[in-house]
């Protein structure tokens, strides 16, 4: 009888796992933006430039990142939010290197 609760137990806390695994995501995504904002705001001089295309360019990953948000939100599977949040990350900290430094 203890093992069955065991493994009852077991099997809740990996569905659990399973289930907030994009809120972990999404979690870890927001804090790595602030923090990409903290360095955006910072004084320190930018170390180059960038063309007006460079900026144009780094600008549409952000329009996919959120075309996966939009697909995520439809879906609500976890491997969606996960792939939202780590492509709105990396799109979002692409965009405010690019544009700390033009």
Avoid: W, Y
């Amino acid at each position: 009888m203890a093992s069955k609760i065991t493994s009852l137990i077991e099997t809740v806390k990996t569905i659990e796992d399973e289930n907030s695994r994009g809120v972990r995501a999404l979690e870890t995504a927001i804090e790595a933006i602030g923090q990409e904002m903290n360095t955006f705001n910072s004084k320190d001089p930018p170390q180059k430039t960038v063309s007006p295309e460079e900026l144009i360019k780094v600008t549409r990953p952000i329009t996919v990142a959120t075309g996966k948000a939009v697909a995520a939100g439809n879906s609500l599977k976890q491997d969606d939010v996960v792939a939202a949040a780590n492509t709105g990350r990396k799109a979002n900290s692409d965009l405010l290197t690019t544009c700390k430094v033009s």
